[in-house]
Protein backbone atom coordinates (compact mmCIF):
# COMPACT_ATOMS: atom_id res chain seq x y z
CA UNK A 1 0.00 0.00 0.00
CA UNK A 2 0.95 3.36 -0.23
CA UNK A 3 -0.21 6.79 0.21
CA UNK A 4 0.88 9.69 -2.04
CA UNK A 5 0.06 13.76 -1.02
CA UNK A 6 -0.23 16.47 -3.05
CA UNK A 7 -1.38 20.09 -3.10
CA UNK A 8 0.93 21.80 -1.15
CA UNK A 9 2.81 25.29 -1.89
CA UNK A 10 3.04 29.02 -1.31
CA UNK A 11 0.17 30.72 -0.13
CA UNK A 12 -0.45 34.41 1.80
CA UNK A 13 -2.12 34.78 4.94
CA UNK A 14 -6.00 34.68 4.38
CA UNK A 15 -5.31 32.26 1.26
CA UNK A 16 -6.34 28.75 0.33
CA UNK A 17 -5.03 25.22 -0.27
CA UNK A 18 -6.37 21.85 -0.82
CA UNK A 19 -4.13 18.62 0.02
CA UNK A 20 -5.15 15.77 -1.64
CA UNK A 21 -3.88 12.09 -0.55
CA UNK A 22 -4.54 9.02 -2.71
CA UNK A 23 -3.74 5.56 -1.33
CA UNK A 24 -2.78 2.64 -3.85
CA UNK A 25 -2.35 -1.10 -3.72
CA UNK A 26 -4.17 -4.02 -2.38
CA UNK A 27 -6.72 -2.33 -0.89
CA UNK A 28 -9.94 -3.82 0.61
CA UNK A 29 -10.89 -1.37 3.02
CA UNK A 30 -9.85 2.06 4.05
CA UNK A 31 -10.76 2.53 8.29
CA UNK A 32 -9.62 6.24 9.39
CA UNK A 33 -7.60 9.00 7.36
CA UNK A 34 -5.56 11.72 8.95
CA UNK A 35 -3.69 14.60 7.87
CA UNK A 36 -1.28 15.23 10.18
CA UNK A 37 1.95 18.43 10.54
CA UNK A 38 5.25 18.68 11.32
CA UNK A 39 6.70 22.21 11.44
CA UNK A 40 10.13 22.69 11.72
CA UNK A 41 11.96 21.72 15.44
CA UNK A 42 8.06 20.68 16.59
CA UNK A 43 6.30 17.63 16.98
CA UNK A 44 4.03 15.92 14.49
CA UNK A 45 0.58 17.54 15.66
CA UNK A 46 -2.64 15.67 14.45
CA UNK A 47 -4.77 18.53 12.02
CA UNK A 48 -7.84 16.32 11.29
CA UNK A 49 -9.30 12.89 10.93
CA UNK A 50 -12.24 10.88 9.19
CA UNK A 51 -13.21 7.85 9.69
CA UNK A 52 -14.87 5.55 6.88
CA UNK A 53 -18.63 6.56 7.72
CA UNK A 54 -17.48 10.87 7.47
CA UNK A 55 -17.07 11.48 11.01
CA UNK A 56 -14.58 14.00 11.48
CA UNK A 57 -12.71 15.63 14.20
CA UNK A 58 -10.32 18.75 13.96
CA UNK A 59 -7.44 20.52 15.73
CA UNK A 60 -8.77 23.77 17.66
CA UNK A 61 -6.04 25.53 15.74
CA UNK A 62 -8.03 24.47 12.57
CA UNK A 63 -11.52 24.07 13.38
CA UNK A 64 -13.65 26.29 11.56
CA UNK A 65 -10.59 27.16 8.86
CA UNK A 66 -10.34 23.56 7.28
CA UNK A 67 -12.49 20.86 6.04
CA UNK A 68 -11.25 17.16 5.60
CA UNK A 69 -13.33 15.01 3.35
CA UNK A 70 -13.04 11.29 1.68
CA UNK A 71 -14.29 9.40 -1.42
CA UNK A 72 -14.68 5.72 -0.16
CA UNK A 73 -14.04 4.86 -4.28
CA UNK A 74 -10.90 6.16 -5.21
CA UNK A 75 -9.72 6.09 -1.72
CA UNK A 76 -8.41 9.44 -1.59
CA UNK A 77 -8.61 11.97 1.17
CA UNK A 78 -8.38 15.90 0.93
CA UNK A 79 -7.71 19.15 2.97
CA UNK A 80 -9.72 21.97 1.99
CA UNK A 81 -7.56 24.66 3.79
CA UNK A 82 -9.07 28.39 3.93
CA UNK A 83 -7.69 31.43 6.16
CA UNK A 84 -4.42 30.23 6.34
CA UNK A 85 -2.25 31.39 8.80
CA UNK A 86 1.33 31.97 9.02
CA UNK A 87 1.57 29.42 12.18
CA UNK A 88 -0.08 26.56 9.36
CA UNK A 89 3.24 26.68 8.13
CA UNK A 90 4.36 22.82 8.21
CA UNK A 91 4.99 19.86 6.11
CA UNK A 92 1.51 18.11 6.50
CA UNK A 93 1.42 14.25 5.87
CA UNK A 94 -1.46 11.69 5.21
CA UNK A 95 -1.66 8.68 7.34
CA UNK A 96 -4.30 5.43 6.45
CA UNK A 97 -5.93 3.08 8.44
CA UNK A 98 -6.33 0.24 6.00
CA UNK A 99 -6.88 -3.63 5.69
CA UNK A 100 -5.56 -5.43 2.40
CA UNK A 101 -7.15 -7.89 0.35
CA UNK A 102 -5.07 -10.16 2.58
CA UNK A 103 -6.83 -9.03 5.15
CA UNK A 104 -3.90 -7.68 6.78
CA UNK A 105 -4.44 -4.23 8.98
CA UNK A 106 -1.63 -2.10 7.57
CA UNK A 107 -0.99 2.06 8.72
CA UNK A 108 1.13 3.97 7.24
CA UNK A 109 2.45 7.62 6.37
CA UNK A 110 2.68 9.43 2.60
CA UNK A 111 5.83 11.15 1.75
CA UNK A 112 4.65 14.46 2.95
CA UNK A 113 3.56 17.68 1.00
CA UNK A 114 4.88 21.18 2.27
CA UNK A 115 2.23 24.31 2.94
CA UNK A 116 3.91 27.49 3.45
CA UNK A 117 1.99 30.80 4.26
CA UNK A 118 3.25 33.90 3.91
CA UNK A 119 2.52 36.80 6.28
Known amino acids: VQLQAFGGGLVQAGGSLRLSCAASGIIFNINRMTWYRQAPGKERELVAGINKGGITNYADSVKGRFTISRDNVKNTVNLQMSDLKPEDTAKYYC??????????????WGQGTQVTVSS
Open 95 to 108: NADVITLKHSQWIG
